[in-house]
């Protein structure tokens, strides 16, 4: 069974940072591209940034560009992101999936609050 188990949220000041993780089993991770979306309710569901399989080549969003950065780890089948200068629009419940999986199943995801 594939799960996706997303950390590392919780509420900071704007200007700050935190880095999510995502620990994944049932799939090949090596072989997976993978992303990290967002969800604030009563929004649709935004792609945040993406890594591909061998983690040479990444892709983000405008609104975290310079900002985020996405990593990972292949040997320990885990996803990174990294979050600096957090600005209160960047609130919201951070997912993260694979192209093989996106389709089908979802994690519980992390919850990041910015506010002062």
């Known amino acids: 069974q594939v799960q996706l188990v997303e950390s590392g949220g919780g509420l900071v000041q704007p200007g700050g940072s935190l880095r999510l993780s995502c620990v994944v089993s049932g799939f090949t991770f090596s072989a997976s591209d993978m992303s990290w979306y967002r969800q604030t309710p009563g929004k649709e569901r935004e792609l945040v940034a993406e890594?591909?399989?061998?983690?040479?080549?990444?892709t983000y969003a405008d609104s975290v560009k310079g900002r985020f950065t996405i990593s990972r780890d292949n040997a320990k089948s885990t996803l990174y992101l990294q979050m600096n200068s957090l600005k209160p629009e960047d609130t919201g419940v951070y997912y993260c999936?694979?192209?093989?999986?996106?389709?089908?199943?979802w994690g519980k995801g992390t919850q990041v609050t910015v506010s002062s």
């Open positions: 890594i591909i399989n061998t983690g040479l080549y990444t």
């Open positions: 999936n694979s192209d093989w999986t996106v389709s089908y199943t």
